[in-house]
């Protein structure tokens, strides 16, 4: 229910989330949900603490990039940065060191270290003409960067490069590069809205995320635990 709900409704996910903890909090997948969720939701102290819980369990890096993310978050980019120096880091596939490089450039960034952050980015996997699940994000980052140095037409060649990689809609590339071509939207059905005097508000039902979570609650333990709900949870998780 979490990877249903984490996309369109992040609070609502962060709600099942601390469900499915109570009711199974010693499984690792469930760990990671609640991390995922809290860090949907920018709780990046809770995030972390979960990411952590969820590796001690399988003792798999796989979780590292989004653990040096939350170090982000949570203001310390520096922590971020060493992050990106250690060994785990070459256990990681493809796809994670690519992750890992991002959240490099991002903590070079916070760091007011552009020119850095652009160096960071740039490897084999940006310069490929191969597009990978990663593509369309690293070449969205490294416009993105491109574009704070001031370096404008650089940033153009490559937000277009990312639209060209992102068939899946997963970046808002197509609109940044509209941006720099001084090209506008607008939004046809907020227009419609703002004529008619409907307020959205009028469409959502009175049942609250807590009360469908909390119905919804056996499904989750069924989910996530096999209907073993009295599994006590893990208190005191630490580094």
Known sequence: MVAKLIDDDPE???????IALRLASRVAAV?????????ATQR?????AEFRAARRMTGSVELWPV??????????????MAMAGE?????????????????????RRDMGQIDAAIVTLQGPELASNSVQPWTARLRYAYADALLTAGREAEAREWFAK???????????????????????FVDALDEE????GESSESRVSGESSESKAVADADAVADDVA????????VEGDKD
């Open 31 to 39: 760990r990671e949900a609640a991390g995922f969720a809290a860090y």
């Open 67 to 80: 653990m040096a993310d939350c170090e982000r978050g949570l203001g310390r980019p520096e922590r971020a």
């Open 193 to 196: 809205r703002d004529e008619s």
């Open 87 to 107: 060994p785990e880091v070459q256990k990681l596939d493809k796809a994670g060191q690519v992750e890992m490089r991002m959240v490099a450039a991002g903590a």
């Open 162 to 184: 990312a639209i060209e990689a992102d068939k899946d809609g997963l970046t808002d590339a197509s609109d940044r590069l509209a941006q720099l071509d001084g090209v506008d």
């Open 44 to 48: 990046y102290t809770e995030a972390l």
């Open 226 to 233: 096999g209907g073993e709900s009295g599994v006590e949870p």
């Open 12 to 18: 609502e996910a962060y709600a099942y989330s601390r």
